[in-house]
């Protein structure tokens, strides 16, 4: 059943019941947050595509708390509406922003497709902390829950977190790891920054969104222009930049929609209210394929979970620990224990040749000279012959005693009702022409040609696709798996340079999003990549 359906009645029914069943109580007592100082004002960024539009003056002030047991619900939408805590709002800011949602279900189609993973997890932090639940619905506005967004700003992950404001907020990022993209890491982050901010705006929850779009110092400013000319200093009242007016009705339409799909003739898939994922120790570093293997789970979808690893591996200094889908828990977990020091992270000895240089080493091992430089600390990249060098071994299979220890998942295979010279593919939920033409080894375009299709078109469950079935493999460098990047096209950027910066080929970054002379880039166009791994910058 696809996320979005037609209008039913069923929805006002459970509202009116939910409402009945949980009266208002006190909001808990809580420590107040001490922002750190804010070295730089630079905005965090938000990669969707929503509309812009200003903003008209109105004064707004949340309503009383409600208190609830998430354990209630057996749908994770209706644990979320019954905590919702910010009063209706009537301004056209916001109705504007609400027909852009209502006219592309699509869009929040594959939104909570992916949101799905992390929302359980979010809906309990911002629980726990008394916090309106509102903010789950944040990351819609942010990053469209996709944990590898990535902005013209430079902000990262679910929450959008610039690299200061990450590093204010205590996420760890080096050359392994990045905490704006751990899912478990950010959020704390997130839920600090919005209460330290309420903490500051003495209790204005809308004033704390709009400085966690535009910054603290630049809300307290337009905030103390106001009070010096005469003028009310809430929100609606305030002179910010054209995004952060967008942004506060952005998250005020999606509560208005969400709280009663059905008043729009929309209808959600139940998102179960229970655990998607268990968090494991993992005591060391592990490379993630091996990783994989153990939890009897798909390599993407490890990566989904754990997208704050930069590299093949989990970082060596920390944190250790793995997130894995819950039904793979305990094999993982059992698996772990017996795999040795050795079987977690391998590498290969390599002695370097007469003439041999390090990126002819790299090819020659599926890597690259960046990779190995920081593996054996060379400062200048150089080698000599001789040499000892360390080489990852990222494909190596698992130890007999390992592979019997997992409890393998069964993975349902791909649908496919075979002919003479085609195949029919049945698409399946939160699949995209470019999954599905990386997991046929072929181009976009072609996959689109063929099914008449733009390449930027959306599929939905169901829908079946032609693929033309050949012995040969077509010349597509980019059916290799990745890790999937998000990026907003910057003045003056080129296929070349976004190619380079992300250590790609120009064949790959043009297949992946159908550029051509008659598609060709655009500053502000979104762009997706599929990051190797092993050569990915971080």
């Not at 054209?242 to 209808?267: I, N």
């Not at 990783?291 to 993407?300: F, M, N, P, Q, R």
Request: aromatic share 8%; charged share 25%.
């Amino acid at each position: 059943m696809s996320p979005i359906k037609s209008h039913h009645i069923l929805g006002c029914i459970l509202l009116a019941l939910s409402a009945c069943a949980h009266q208002p109580t006190a909001r808990p007592a809580r420590e107040p947050v001490v922002i750190p100082p804010a070295p730089s004002e630079e905005p965090i960024d938000s990669p969707d595509a929503g509309p812009i539009i200003g903003a008209t003056p109105s004064l707004t002030m949340p309503r009383e708390w409600q208190h609830h047991n998430g354990e209630d619900y057996d749908d994770l939408f209706d644990r979320m509406r019954a905590g919702f805590a910010f009063d209706e709002v009537q301004e056209p800011a916001i109705d504007v922003q609400l027909n852009w949602f209502e006219h592309n279900p699509d869009y929040l189609e594959r939104v909570f497709q992916r949101a799905q993973r992390y929302l359980y997890h979010i809906v309990t932090e911002v629980e726990a902390r008394g916090m309106p639940l509102e903010f789950a619905l944040l990351p819609v506005v942010e990053s469209a829950y996709e944990p590898f967004a990535y902005s013209s700003s430079r902000a990262s992950g679910l929450w959008q977190f610039i690299p200061d404001t990450g590093r204010r907020f205590g996420l760890k990022r080096d050359w392994w790891y990045d905490g704006r993209r751990d899912v478990i890491e950010s959020t704390r982050a997130a839920l600090d920054y919005l209460q330290a901010l309420h903490d500051q705006f003495n209790g204005d929850w809308l004033l704390a969104i709009a400085a966690y779009n535009v910054g603290e110092n630049g809300v307290q400013r337009q905030m103390d222009f106001n009070r010096a000319n005469g003028k009310p200093t809430d929100f609606w009242h305030l002179s910010l930049p054209a995004e952060t007016r967008a942004y506060v009705p952005k998250l005020l339409a999606l509560k208005r929609l969400m709280a009663e799909p059905e008043r729009y003739g929309l209808e959600f898939a139940v998102i179960p209210n229970e655990p998607y994922f268990a968090l494991i120790d993992t005591g060391s570093q592990i490379d993630l394929k091996i990783a994989a293997k153990l939890a009897g789970s798909s390599y993407d979808e490890l990566v989904a979970l754990n997208p704050g690893y930069n590299r093949w591996a989990s970082d060596p200094e920390g944190p250790h620990r793995m997130l894995v889908p819950i039904d793979n828990a305990d094999a993982f977990d059992t698996a772990l224990k017996t795999l040795g020091p050795d079987d977690r992270v391998r590498f290969v000895n390599h002695e370097v040749a007469r003439k041999e240089t390090l990126p002819m080493i790299a090819k020659q091992y599926g890597t690259s000279a960046a990779v190995l430089s920081k593996i054996n600390e060379l400062k200048d990249g150089k080698v000599t012959a001789g040499q000892t060098l360390k080489i990852p071994e990222v494909s190596g299979e698992l130890p007999d005693k390992v592979l019997l220890a997992a409890q393998r998942v069964d993975r349902p295979e791909t649908d496919l009702g075979k002919r003479k010279h085609q195949i029919v593919y049945r698409v399946r939920a939160g699949e995209t022409l470019v999954s599905i033409a990386r997991r046929h080894g072929m181009p976009v375009s072609t996959l689109a040609r063929l099914n008449n299709l733009g390449s930027s078109d959306i599929l939905v469950k169901g829908q079946r696709l032609l693929i033309k079935a050949s012995s040969r493999r077509f010349r597509d460098e980019g059916v290799r798996s990745g890790r999937r990047v998000l990026y907003t096209v910057r003045r003056g950027d080129t296929v070349y340079s976004i190619a380079h910066q992300f250590q790609v080929s120009v064949t790959q970054l043009k297949s992946w999003n159908g550029l051509n002379e008659r598609h060709p880039i655009k500053t502000g166009r979104r762009i997706v990549m599929y990051v190797d791994s092993s050569r990915q910058q971080g």
